[in-house]
């Protein structure tokens, strides 16, 4: 079944990033990853800007092609049934929100507990915002995971997701990996379905 247009412009702008970072340097990093604020001191790193909440979801960790391979994987998996069903401008909407919430989320938390000074990258923001709305939207689809190849319902599935991200953020394992931010994506797509069905305290989407 052919790409709906949003799904696929994220997916190429996504490849297009990551092959300008496979080109060398660290300038789109420097200036366009998430960096806490106040990072840039003995760092010598460019300061938090307020366009990285939104530009660190469209750089991957160049060193291994598995960060953005399953992250557009899931896009296409996961996104094209839900762009089709929100229609191509409330899906960004969607998306960008799930990205914003994402950084806000795991700035705050970083915050909280004083992480490092260390830049984020990542689709997954997003992607975690969409996961939600297919198991709000497609509760009984049947999704298979590579390494568990057993099928489950889409809402199972997600919160077994949700559930784990949950407690590795809480037990701060799996280091190097921003649970928050995949929990605040949640968050920013859950509030979104909230203001698309018109529940309080938003307005009905028109």
Do not use: K
């Not at 300038?27 to 010598?44: K, Q």
């Not at 004083?114 to 939600?132: C, H, R």
């Amino acid at each position: 079944m052919r790409i709906p247009p949003v799904t696929l412009t994220l997916i190429v702008a996504n490849c297009a990033v990551y092959l300008l970072q496979l080109s060398g340097g660290t300038a789109i990093e420097d200036w366009f990853a998430l960096w806490p604020p106040g990072s840039d001191g003995s760092m010598a790193r460019p300061p938090f800007q307020f366009w990285q909440l939104v530009t660190y979801a469209f750089l991957h960790d160049p060193r291994t092609i598995a960060h953005i391979f399953f992250n557009m994987f899931a896009l296409y998996m996961f996104g094209s049934d839900v762009e089709r069903l929100f229609g191509g401008r409330f899906y960004l909407y969607y998306y960008f929100a799930s990205v914003v919430s994402a950084a806000i989320c795991h700035l705050l938390y970083t915050s909280w507990v004083g992480g490092p000074g260390l830049p984020t990258v990542g689709a997954s923001g997003g992607i975690y915002g969409i996961l939600l709305a297919y198991a709000i939207y497609f509760p009984n689809r049947r999704v298979i995971l590579l390494i568990f190849p057993y099928p489950m319902p889409a809402r199972v599935f997600v919160t077994l997701f949700a559930a784990l991200e949950l407690v590795l953020g809480v037990s701060q394992t799996a280091s190097g990996i921003a649970h928050f931010a995949h929990l605040g994506g949640m968050l920013g797509g859950f509030l979104m379905i909230q203001y698309r069905r018109g529940r309080f305290p938003f307005s009905r989407w028109r």
